[in-house]
């Protein structure tokens, strides 16, 4: 009888954990949230209040807890992962390194904050990630001209950027006016990985040093150079943010008035709160995921696709791609999506036509070329998931669909 009772609680811990993330749905909803000390669920508590108030269930662990997992019976426990862990040197339970990378590789998604205490383990994970934290242990991001004024002089690590990346997909249509407060460290970005973006820069008189020595070398990392938040968007469509800074996200920052050193200007609150949150939505897929259903070709006239197609045929191409919304799929609109009729080069480049509800046709005659041809639509807008869907068909030609975020 206990047999029994152990299996049926097996059957029912797999299925309610295998529909509790759906395709239809992309928004992420249970998020392990891995900390240094539970002090900081307190201290960065509008954050995780913005995002539980948009339905997302945070299980919140110490790092290094001896129970904790991200897996069970071969099944994932969490949709994301955040780690305000800086100082962890090893995480606790069935985690550990590759684990983190593995689950980003499954298609997860995952957020790291760190700071001028940040351990191997954090760095070597935001290594791997594509970005690279200054080699001195002990620099933090220094700006003697766009600092951010304070009671105190200080040693002007508390800095305030709006060098913002220019992208409302990735941060929201609505403009963030007040500069964001930073203090911690800066990365840079590995030129070989074009997979990762800078969305928060420091300003081109900042540098990377130690505040409490004097320079003898030229510093590591200067300028605009320095990365302050970085986001990542894999091939598998997983989202990753990565900030040199766990105290950005701290309600002190959110609620702090700033007036950068530079300007007159004083906002009585920081961009931080509207910054991060805008950033959430993104990083969890509430903005620019896209998806494309219903394929069609056929004949001119005609309403099924057909085994082939010959010569001179005049034929019609359709799509629907539509973006997800947060709660819902809404028609992606644009003026540049793309069909090319493909052997080897493209013979016919299309491009869509929309009817503004998502979807997206066109028609042209079939090239006096004989071969196997392939549809083919690339389209590339930062900030966008990556949608690939292909059909083969017997006969003439095979069809495929290919929508990249990156090359």
């Not at 309403?303 to 082939?308: D, L, Q, T």
Request: with cysteine; glycine share 6%; aromatic share 12%.
């Amino acid at each position: 009888m206990a047999n029994l009772i152990a299996i049926l609680a097996l059957i029912f811990f797999l299925t309610t954990k295998s529909l509790s993330f759906s395709p239809e749905s992309p928004t992420n909803r249970r998020i392990l949230v891995l900390l240094d000390d539970f002090a900081i669920k307190s201290s960065h508590y509008l954050y995780f209040k913005s995002l539980q108030s948009r339905g997302y269930e945070l299980d919140f662990k110490l790092a290094d807890d001896p129970k904790i997992a991200l897996q069970r019976y071969g099944r994932y426990l969490y949709d994301g992962l955040i780690l305000f862990s800086p100082t962890v040197d090893r995480f606790g339970g069935k985690i550990n390194q590759a684990d983190v990378l593995e689950f980003v590789d499954s298609g997860h998604d995952l957020i790291v904050a760190a700071d001028v205490n940040a351990s191997d383990l954090i760095r070597e994970i935001a290594t791997d990630c594509g970005v690279d934290f200054d080699d001195d242990s002990a620099a933090v991001v220094i700006d003697h001209t766009s600092y951010a004024v304070s009671n105190t002089e200080g040693d002007h690590t508390l800095i305030a950027s709006d060098n913002f990346i220019q992208s409302d997909v990735i941060l929201g249509s609505k403009k963030i006016e007040a500069p964001v407060l930073f203090q911690g460290i800066g990365h840079s970005l590995n030129p070989a990985n074009n997979l990762v973006l800078k969305v928060l820069s420091a300003s081109p008189s900042a540098y990377s040093a130690n505040p409490k020595s004097e320079i003898s070398n030229a510093p590591m990392l200067t300028g605009s150079a320095i990365s302050l938040v970085s986001v990542v968007q894999a091939r598998n469509n997983a989202r990753i943010l990565i900030s040199g800074s766990l105290s950005m996200f701290s309600d002190r920052f959110f609620r702090s008035g700033v007036q950068t050193a530079s300007s007159s200007i004083r906002h009585e609150k920081s961009g931080n709160e509207q910054f991060l949150t805008e950033l959430s939505k993104w990083v969890f897929h509430e903005r620019g995921h896209l998806k494309a259903v219903n394929v069609k070709h056929h004949k001119v006239g005609e309403a099924g696709e057909p085994s082939m197609y010959r010569i001179s045929d005049d034929l019609e191409y359709s799509v629907e791609i539509y973006e997800w919304s947060g709660r819902s799929w809404e028609p992606y609109v644009a003026s540049d999506v793309q069909v090319q009729f493909y052997m080897m080069s493209p013979y016919v480049l299309k491009t869509l036509s929309t009817n503004q509800k998502g979807l997206y046709h066109t028609s042209f005659k079939v090239p006096d070329v004989y071969g196997v041809f392939q549809f083919k639509v690339e389209y590339q807008q930062l900030g966008y998931t990556s949608l690939s869907l292909s059909k083969q068909m017997a006969g003439f030609f095979i069809f495929t669909l290919v929508h990249l975020y990156s090359k």
